[in-house]
C-alpha cells in the first residue's frame, strides 16, 4: 500500500512513516509532504500514467492550505483521482464537524484520529484492497 | 414614653408630583389619538424641546417613522385596557437612537379607560452589557476550542510515539530519534500550556493593568535598541519618527511586547532580496487620538489567503519559518488591553504594515 503523508509537522510525519512501516508491508513506498502548497503542485503535475500513491493520509491544520483547501484545490483532479486514490484526513482533532464536512468530498474515505494504530491501518489497507485495482 | 410619632406621609399628590418631576424614566400621558396631554421634565430634557412644543402634539412627530406602526398598536391594546410592555430601539425628537424599555398603562374611571401612561426607562448601558457578554463568551468558546485543538496536537503526537518506543529495538537508531520525538513533543505540549498561562495573565489584567503615561519615543528606541544586534546582523534598518513628547496612557510592559512583537515579526519574515527597512512613526497627543504605524519591505503575506486569520491564536502564515502563531494573537490583546484597534496591511514581496489606532 503505498502512502503519501500531506502533515506540516516533520514529527508526525515521522510518526505516521514509522507506524506505517511497522504495520504495513515492506515494499510500502511511503512519501510525504511538509508542504501541502507543494501536495497540490504533486497532484497538479502528475501526468496520466503516473503511478498515484494508493492512500493520502492528510492533516487539517497546517499554515497557509488547511486539509479542506488542499482538497478544494483537487476538486478540478476529482475524476482523473476517484478510483486510483483514496483520501483520509488524518487530524489530532476530535471536532465533531470535521466528519461531516469529509463527507462533502467524494475523494475522501473517512477522518481518521490521530495517533494511528495498528488495527486501523489495517483496516485501511483492507479497504484499499477491496477498492483500488492492484 | 410614648413612641414618637412618625411625621405625616405626604400627599398622594405631592408624592407623584415629585415621582413624576424627578425620575430619569419618561412618562407620558396620552390620548387615544396618540396625542401627548402631559410630560414629565425628562422626555423634556430628552426632546430638548419646550413643554409648549409637546404638549398637545402627535407622539409620532417625536418617533421615527417605522416605530410608528408599533406605538399605535400597544396605545390600542392600553386602551383597550391591557398593560403592555415591549422593547424598542429608536431614536426621540432629535435624541440619539438608544434602547427603551417601554410600558404602556391604561387609566380608568367609571369603568371605562381615558388615557394612557407610558414610561420609558433606558436600557442601552444594559444592552450593550449584554451584548459585550455575548461577544466574549463567544471569543471564549473559541478560545477553548483552540486551546483543546492545540494541546490534543502535541498530546496525540506523543502517545502515538510511546506506542511506537514499545516495538522499536532499544539500541536502534529509530528507538533513539523516536525518543527525542516524544520529548520535543511534550515540550511542545508543556509550550501550549505556558502560552495559556501568558493569555490569561493579560486577560486578567485587562481592566486592572497598571496604566500610566508612557513616553512612545523612549519605549520604542529600548525595544529597537534590545533588537540593534539581530537587525545589525541582518543589514537591516529601522527609522524611528515619533514626537518626542508624544506619550500613550498605557501598561509599559504590554506596550513594550507590542513593538517587540511587531519588530521580531518584521525581522524574521524579512525578504531575503533586500535588505530590511523597517519605519516606526506615530502621530497624536493633545486630545487627539494616537496612531502608530509599523511598515516593513519584508516578504508579506497574501492577504486575500489570511483573511481575519492574521491575529488569531496559533494561526500561521509562513510554513517554511519557525512561530508558534501566538506573537500578533498577543500584540492584538494588548492593544485591545488600552482600549485600542490594531489592522494590517500586506502585500506579497512588497511588505506589511501595521497601524495602531488608540482613542483619546
Redesign the interface.
Same mark, same amino acid.
Not at chain 1, 61 to 64: A, D, G, I, S, V
Not at chain 2, 315 to 320: G, N, V, Y
Given at each position: 500500500m503505498d502512502t503519501l503523508i500531506i502533515d506540516? $509537522?516533520p514529527?508526525?510525519i515521522?510518526?505516521?512513516t514509522?507506524?506505517l512501516r511497522?504495520d504495513g508491508q515492506p515494499a510500502d513506498v511511503i512519501t510525504s509532504f =511538509? @508542504?501541502p =502548497?507543494e501536495a497540490v503542485a504533486f497532484f497538479r503535475q502528475q501526468g496520466p500514467t503516473d503511478a498515484l500513491p494508493h492512500v493520502v493520509l492528510l492533516d487539517l $491544520?497546517?499554515?497557509?492550505l488547511s486539509g479542506w483547501d488542499v482538497l478544494d484545490a483537487l476538486q478540478p483532479l476529482e475524476a482523473h483521482l476517484l478510483g486510483r486514490c483514496v483520501f483520509y484526513v488524518l487530524t @489530532? @482533532?476530535?471536532?465533531p464537524a470535521d466528519q461531516a464536512r469529509a463527507r462533502q468530498y467524494p475523494l475522501v474515505a473517512g477522518v481518521l484520529?490521530?495517533?494511528?494504530?495498528g488495527m486501523t491501518i489495517q483496516a485501511i489497507q483492507a479497504r484499499v484492497l477491496e477498492t483500488l485495482p492492484s | 414614653m410614648p413612641p414618637k410619632a412618625s411625621p405625616p406621609i405626604a400627599t398622594s399628590e405631592v408624592r407623584f408630583r415629585s415621582l413624576f418631576d424627578n425620575t430619569p424614566e419618561l412618562i407620558l400621558y396620552q390620548n387615544e389619538k396618540a396625542i401627548i396631554l402631559d410630560a414629565n421634565p425628562a422626555f423634556l430634557a430628552l426632546v430638548a424641546e419646550p413643554r409648549g412644543r409637546v404638549v398637545d402634539h402627535c407622539y409620532d412627530d417625536f418617533l421615527p417613522p417605522e416605530v410608528h406602526a408599533l406605538f399605535r398598536q400597544k396605545l390600542e391594546e392600553a386602551f383597550a385596557g391591557k398593560t403592555v410592555r415591549f422593547d424598542m430601539f429608536a431614536a426621540q425628537g432629535k435624541s440619539a437612537p438608544r434602547h427603551w424599555d417601554v410600558v404602556k398603562i391604561p387609566l380608568w374611571e367609571n369603568g371605562a379607560v381615558v388615557g394612557v401612561h407610558m414610561i420609558a426607562r433606558d436600557i442601552t448601558e444594559k444592552m450593550l452589557a449584554q451584548q459585550e457578554i455575548v461577544t466574549q463568551n463567544q471569543d471564549l468558546q473559541q478560545f477553548t476550542?483552540i486551546v483543546s485543538?492545540n494541546l490534543? !496536537?502535541p498530546? !496525540?503526537?506523543a502517545? &502515538?510515539?510511546v506506542?511506537?518506543l514499545g516495538?522499536?529495538e532499544p539500541d536502534s537508531p529509530?528507538f533513539e530519534?523516536?525518543r527525542t520525538?516524544l520529548q !520535543?513533543?511534550l515540550h511542545q505540549l508543556d509550550l501550549v500550556l505556558r502560552d495559556m498561562n501568558t493569555i490569561l495573565a493579560i486577560r486578567d489584567q485587562k481592566n486592572l493593568a497598571e496604566a500610566e503615561a508612557v513616553p512612545l519615543a523612549e519605549v520604542v528606541q529600548q525595544v529597537v535598541q534590545n533588537l540593534q544586534e539581530v537587525v545589525a546582523q541582518c543589514g537591516g534598518t529601522v527609522r524611528v519618527a515619533i514626537p518626542a513628547d508624544l506619550s500613550l496612557r498605557a501598561n509599559r510592559a504590554y506596550l513594550y511586547s507590542i513593538f517587540f512583537n511587531l519588530l521580531s515579526n518584521a525581522l524574521k519574515y524579512r525578504a531575503d532580496e533586500r535588505p530590511l527597512e523597517v519605519s516606526v512613526t506615530a502621530t497624536g497627543g493633545e486630545g487627539k487620538e494616537t496612531r502608530i504605524t509599523v511598515a516593513d519591505n519584508g516578504s508579506g503575506f497574501d492577504q486575500q489567503?489570511a483573511g481575519d486569520d492574521v491575529f488569531r491564536l496559533y494561526?500561521?502564515?509562513?510554513?517554511?519559518r519557525p512561530g508558534r &502563531?501566538l506573537g500578533l494573537y498577543l500584540t492584538k490583546t494588548h492593544v485591545e488591553s488600552m482600549g485600542g484597534h490594531i489592522s494590517v496591511h500586506s502585500r506579497v514581496a512588497e511588505g506589511t504594515r501595521f497601524i495602531i489606532v488608540v482613542p483619546y
Open positions: 506540516d $509537522n514529527t508526525g515521522f510518526l505516521t514509522r507506524l511497522r =511538509v @508542504s =502548497v $491544520n497546517m499554515p497557509l @489530532s @482533532s476530535l471536532a484520529h490521530k495517533p494511528l494504530d | 476550542y485543538h490534543r !496536537a498530546l !496525540a503526537t502517545l &502515538g510515539l506506542d511506537l516495538t522499536e529509530y530519534e523516536t520525538h !520535543a513533543s489567503q494561526k500561521r502564515f509562513h510554513p517554511h &502563531g
